[in-house]
């Protein structure tokens, strides 16, 4: 065995076993005291075997430092030792990821937070930004299991890898296509997969699901809370007061499911990106969708919010505005013209409300671009905040149950 040291990360290499876990002990406890008590990552990518002893040393030090043990880039042989035993529950324990590189692969589609690449035939990757820690992947890898399970059409992840200094998850998906380039360049058959989208849409609200999923109205408030830098207190109760108006559901709610998001795989769309995903009302993903199809395309940062969203930018708003009609006519089926003017006024609300939180979404837009998204908040949001709390708490008179 032998081990080394570099900030609050020890490296492991050889074998522990009986022989020389009292050494390994006493040079984990002294590390711990010269690291003033940080949480510590124990980088296992050399390490051959591990004993029962040396399991028992790892879980008397957790105890002590009181602080996350994290143990890295293990083995998939001495991850099954850790698995096996238990392990894997009490500690976190993280397998060695594999390396892939994106040279020469096509772009596919891009986010906020991501970018998508095809690999090959069969295969895709998303590629997060730097930053975008592994604990947010693999919590939506979860969440797509959970969805999947559920009856949603979603692409499940069998690989989470290491492009470069960034994450990635794999995917299959052969022969699948963006569904907003499959609209854009099939004119044809888009009247008919648009109704296939909203009724794919309003299946998905019927799914109920249990508290396993985070809350999005919990969620919504966080990003409020989070942009207190340009609210006075007063601003933000007052947002966090027209989430509260919002009825309480349990029903599967995506926070993302635009067109950018979906996937044409042998006439099938298939539901990507569950990175925001939980439980709420319905009427989030219609205010969504709202600030994507209606909000964005009449902004000044109409081009950026296209190209994101969409992977190209349109010369017009048709695709978008017939996406919009089409969703609000076939999931809401509105009885008459003063139904659609209050079903609009609803999205319209929530979907600025989503426009606001966005800045608090992507921590790494620039404070200026905030500060515009926030002032129109200010504008458009504020002034009749209390009308609007009024027209959200019926939003239950257009949403089926």
Not at 126 to 148: C, D, P
Not at 220 to 249: H, M, N
Not at 315 to 342: H, Q, T
């Amino acid at each position: 065995m032998e081990i080394s040291k570099n900030d609050n990360t020890i490296k492991i290499n050889g074998k522990i076993d009986s022989g020389n876990a009292t050494e390994f002990e006493k040079f984990l406890l002294e590390a711990v005291v010269a690291f003033g008590g940080e949480a510590l990552i124990l980088d296992a990518e050399e390490l051959k075997y591990i004993s029962s002893a040396g399991l028992r040393i790892l879980m008397k030090l957790r105890k002590q430092i009181g602080k996350p043990l994290i143990i890295e880039n293990v083995s998939s042989d001495v991850y099954e030792i850790f698995n096996i035993t238990g392990f894997t529950q009490l500690l976190d324990v993280r397998k060695k990821l594999r390396e892939i590189s994106i040279d020469g692969c096509e772009q596919i589609g891009a986010g906020m937070s991501s970018r998508v690449y095809r690999i090959d035939a069969d295969t895709i990757v998303k590629v997060f930004y730097h930053g975008i820690s592994l604990e947010r992947i693999e919590e939506e890898r979860e969440n797509a299991k959970t969805v999947f399970v559920n009856g949603i059409p979603t692409a499940i992840t069998f690989d989470i890898v290491k492009c470069g200094d960034c994450y990635g998850t794999v995917y299959e998906l052969v022969d699948a296509v963006q569904f907003s380039k499959f609209l854009y360049n099939n004119p044809e058959k888009a009247s008919e997969y648009r109704i296939k989208y909203a009724k794919m849409l309003k299946d998905m609200h019927q799914m109920k699901l249990t508290d396993k999923f985070q809350n999005i109205k919990t969620l919504y408030k966080k990003w409020i809370s989070d942009l207190g830098s340009f609210f006075t207190q007063e601003e933000s109760d007052a947002l966090c007061g027209l989430v509260d108006a919002i009825p309480d559901r349990n029903t599967f709610v995506h926070c993302d499911a635009h067109i950018g998001n979906v996937m044409v795989q042998n006439g099938e769309l298939i539901l990507i990106d569950m990175a925001d995903a939980g439980i709420g009302h319905p009427v989030f993903d219609i205010g969504t969708l709202c600030f994507h199809y209606r909000l964005i395309p009449n902004s000044s940062g109409r081009d950026f919010g296209l190209k994101t969203m969409l992977g190209f930018i349109p010369e017009n708003n048709d695709m978008l505005d017939a996406v919009w009609n089409d969703l609000i006519k076939v999931y809401f089926e509105p009885k008459s013209e003063d139904d659609l003017v209050k079903i609009n006024k609803i999205a319209f609300v929530i979907g600025n409300l989503r426009s606001t939180v966005t800045a608090a979404k992507h921590s790494q837009m620039p404070d200026q671009i905030k500060k515009t998204i926030v002032d129109a908040t200010k504008k458009i949001l504020l002034p009749e905040i209390e009308d609007h709390m009024k027209l959200i708490s019926r939003v239950d008179d257009y949403f089926a149950d």
